[in-house]
C-alpha cells in the first residue's frame, strides 16, 4: 500500500515538474520604466546662436525613491550678444536650483518654479543695456518626477504632450495675440480685426522685464502613461513646422527613437532654407526598457 502511494507522488511531482517544463517562457524579459531624454539645437541662418538647452541625461526610475528629470529650454532676444547671454544665465540659473533641490525628500515643484522665475528675471534686467535695449529669453521648463509632470512656461516657446496618435500643446504664446482673442471674447473687436493687428506676436511676457507676472505653471501634476512623450521646443520649430508634420516626424516607425529630436531640427532647417531661426528641441519618453539594457 505505501509502495503504491509513493509511486503515485513520484507521478505527480513528475506530472508538475513537466507542467511547469511547458508552460516556462524560453526566455524572461524584466522590465523598468526608465525617463529616456533627447536633445538637439542649430543656429539655423543666423549669425548667433540666442537659444540654450539642458535635460537630465535618461534615467531608470527606482520603486523606492522619487527620480527627477529637468528639462529647459530657452530663446533669447534683444542684442545680439545679450540675447544669447540671457538664456544662458536662465539655463545655468534653473539648473543650479534644481541641482540643489533635485534629491530633497519633499518638493513643492510649483513654487520652484515661481521662485527660480521671478530671480532670473531679476537677473537678467539687471544686464547692461546694449544701445539703449535691454535684453531677455522666453522659457519652458519640465521638471518629471517618476511619472508625475510639472510644467512651467513664460513667453512663446512651448511644451507639448504626446500619446497615442494625438499631440496636446499644454502651454499658451504670451503675446499680444492672446490678449487680441481675450478682446474677442469680449466682443471689442471682430476676429478680422484682431488677426489684421501688425504687433500679434509681439511678447507680453519674457524673462528680463523685471516684473514678470504672466506665466503658465501646471499646480497638479499630469500623470504621464507609458509611451508618452513630451517635447519642449523654441519657436523656430513651430513657426516653421505645421504641428501635423512635427507629430508625423515622433511618431516615425522609419525615424529611430534617439534621432527624432535632430529630425525635427533637420526638417525645420530644410522647410526654411534661406531664414531658418535657431531652433531647439528637447523630447522626454516615458517608456519600459529591458532591464538588461538599462544596466548596461
Known sequence: MFGRKKKKEREMVQSAERFAMA??????????????TLARSAVGNRNYQQDALYVTPSKILSSNKKTRVLAVVCDGMGGMADGGKASRTAIQMMLQGFQNVERSEELNIPAFFRQGIGAIDQMISSFPKENGRGSGTTMVACIAENNKLYWASVGDSRIYIIRGHRMYQVTRDHNYWLMLQEQVAAGEMTMEEAMGQRHKEALISY????????????????????????????????KTLPDAQIKQIILADEVKPEQK??????????????????????????????IKKAHR
Not at 508552460?23 to 524579459?29: G, K, L, N, Q, S
Not at 509611451?227 to 513651430?238: A, E, F, H, P
Not at 532647417?269 to 534661406?274: L, Q, V
Request: proline fraction near 4%; hydrophobic fraction near 40%; aromatic fraction near 2%.
Open 207 to 238: 524673462l528680463g522685464m523685471g516684473n514678470v507676472s504672466l506665466m503658465d505653471i501646471n499646480e497638479e501634476p499630469f500623470e504621464l502613461q507609458l509611451g508618452d512623450m513630451v517635447m519642449l521646443c523654441s519657436d523656430g520649430i513651430t
Open 23 to 36: 508552460e516556462a517562457p524560453a526566455h524572461v524579459v524584466r522590465k523598468v520604466p526608465q525617463l529616456t
Open 261 to 290: 529630436a535632430e529630425a525635427l531640427v533637420e526638417a525645420a532647417t530644410h522647410a526654411n532654407s534661406h531664414s531658418q531661426d535657431n531652433t531647439s528641441v528637447v523630447l522626454l519618453h516615458y517608456e519600459e526598457v529591458d
